[in-house]
């Protein structure tokens, strides 16, 4: 028999689960309306200058810890 901990962390999971299925199921309201609106280039600016600048700090660390591996 399985015990009243597992048995709930086992409802837990499904329901969990569940929840993550279904909200695939729905539509994403929010990405309509900045579509409409025409909003949707200014987050996907937001969303490349972050990744630019993501990129270019690994660069940056990148050629820093091979400097620091070469001494």
């Known amino acids: 028999?399985?015990?009243?901990?597992?048995?709930?962390?086992?409802?837990?999971?499904?329901?969990?689960?569940?929840?993550?299925?279904?909200?695939?199921?729905?539509?994403p309201q929010m990405a309509d309306q900045f579509r409409k609106e025409g909003k949707i280039y200014v987050v996907i600016g937001v969303i490349l200058i972050i990744f630019a600048g993501l990129v270019a700090f690994l660069v940056y660390l990148?050629?820093?810890?091979?400097?620091?591996?070469?001494?």
């Open 1 to 27: 028999m399985m015990n009243k901990m597992t048995k709930n962390f086992l409802l837990m999971l499904f329901l969990s689960l569940f929840t993550w299925i279904n909200s695939f199921a729905q539509q």
């Open 62 to 71: 990148d050629r820093k810890l091979t400097k620091l591996e070469k001494k």
